[in-house]
């Protein structure tokens, strides 16, 4: 099927979702660390982690889960856990590690979605927001499977970030330009707000309880 | 494609839907604001509830997720989590306010669920299913993510209603009647079973604890 | 669509399916007796489980979700919640039971998702992992909704069988045996590796704790 709206270079869109890939398997493997997981139990989780992203945005867009048919994701996610696996004291070194493979796998992730979905017919706006989910999906289901409450709930700045990224590449398309520079640009916004926000402990507020929380 | 049974007018269907979105919606972000979520969090747990059914229900059925190609139901269910933000005095004054808004959720989507199901060439009673499914999705995945132990295990009195919900709307089409007043007896009979069981809390049996329990 | 690759007898793929998911079915049901749920929460979460692999398996494939088209799935996921039901002192008598039918659910579906992938045009490595995840998933969805870590993360001997399992089928199908014995022999060596695994308590090691654990 010809695209309806081609985002940008498909041949960028494949090394950007391999390396979201690689990032978010990371991110998944040191959780596995974390938490206790025997050494399989963290290749696996870097694999889910690696790949939920991808499959989120294929299964939601309607296409068979690209994961399965391209042997170069399932590779570099189980690459992920292994190479958490082999160097989790150097990986470990760097300040709060999880975020910062998070951050890049949210950024290259919304990126890609949104340009995904925009080759195939979906709305602008949906295309925003598919971007956001396929970049916090890796995510979600690593603190779901960990028993956390997971991250894109506990703080708005991991929605806002994926939800700029997406909206970036969706106007870029959207007023006819392919140029390379705007995924690079909407994954800069994603990463640099997010890792920002959590350096210098950016809040967004509360509601006020509910009134019959102190029943 | 023709369906291969129309269960009733796709307006109405159109209109259920977003109301269940909606209603679903409002129970997500009541749920975020007890779980003390800042305001993004409360609006993106919002924004899953109210769409995890109609997800679900397309995913399941083979068809690319309608809420990322109508901008109708993002819209919806955003402004789900921004009333609740808004107003959440107001809504909290209602008793138990979750439960009546996960309750509308519930009915609304079991008929639309069943009634898309048969629209696509689903069998009756895989039809029925995907109908309670449909219904039960919003509610699952709102307790997975604040860490619950899910509604839809905790009492049966979950499953029941949606599954009769969606049957009325099954049965009714199976005997080749379109008239709106199925769909409507069937979101009502759910809706009024769910809300009646919590209300004067009729309770299922348990099954008697398995034998290596105590081991 | 013609299969490009048949993996064996499509009446042998039906018949080990519905045995996997009466397996699964099973195991879910006695988790829930486990997790004192009421009888329809029980039910409930035997055909969640019993039903989670095939979906997942078909969704990730890019198919509509067999188990709402054919009654036959839902009929028996649901019979495995029943006889959990009536029978629940005979089925704990034995030793471990919810492992046993979780290794028998672990089995049948690693072959037969495999099988279905090859089927339907995936890759041959993509075929082992998609028959991995359609052993893995109804445990997952079973652990994540009793609020357990799952199963698959905890310990590599889940992973390890089930990817053995889907790859004798593959190997067998890429050298061009269509043999009722590969499926078989898949299935066999999953279930004896899991159920050794778990019977001589075989270990696989822990990665060493990452150096920020401590701060």
Redesign the interface.
Known sequence: MAPVLQAFDPTLLVVLNLAGTFVFGLSGG?A??????????????A?VVGLAGG?TR????????Q?????GY??IAILAGVV??LA??A???LER?ILVFDAAGLALFCVTGAST?LD????P???V??GAITGIGGG?LRD????E??V??????Y??PALLGAAIVVIASARGSHNLAFPILGAAVCFAIRVAGVYFNW???????????GR
Chains 1, 2, 3 share one sequence.
């Open positions: 040191l596995g660390v974390r938490a206790r997981l025997d050494v399989f139990g963290v290749v696996v989780l694999a499959i294929d299964v939601l867009i309607g296409l068979p889960a994961a399965f048919r391209d042997w399932l590779t958490t696996l989790p004291a990986l470990t070194r590690p979905a195939h017919g979906v709305a706006i949906g295309a927001v598919l979600v779901i499977l960990v028993r409450i997971p894109v709930l506990r703080t708005g700045l929605a806002i809040k967004v507020p509360r509601p006020p309880a509910a009134h019959d929380e």
